[in-house]
């Protein structure tokens, strides 16, 4: 079965940025997009970003509109999400999905803390 694994969560100031990476251990066969969603504490889980994995179309949330960038790397098999400009409502946990012919896949998560 498909694995994500996500890095590069830690603590970041306000204005300050981070640089999320998601390897992913499984084939891209069946693959339609790579995103991120994320979850903040008492809050629903919502949609970030997104990657078309053939065509590199790109999608974000009104939330992140001009901060985030998504891409992915075809050879390497992975996803990464720069946020910038950080705002404490970006403190989450921040998780890798895989949207593909056999449904949704998510990763374990990487927590985001954002300070004041």
């Known amino acids: 079965q498909v694995q994500l694994t996500e890095s590069g969560g830690g603590c970041g100031q306000a204005g300050g940025s981070v640089n999320l990476s998601c390897i992913v251990s499984?084939?891209?066969?069946?693959?339609?997009?790579m995103g991120w969603w994320r979850q903040a504490p008492g809050k629903e889980r919502e949609f970030v970003a997104a990657i078309n994995w053939d065509a590199g179309r790109t999608y974000y949330a009104d939330s992140v509109q001009g901060r985030a960038t998504i891409s992915r790397d075809i050879a390497k098999n992975t996803v990464s999400l720069q946020v910038t400009n950080l705002k404490p409502e970006d403190t989450a946990v921040y998780y890798c999905i895989e949207d593909g012919k056999n449904g949704r896949d998510w990763g374990k998560g990487t927590l985001v803390t954002v300070s004041s």
């Open positions: 499984g084939p891209t066969e069946g693959r339609f997009d």
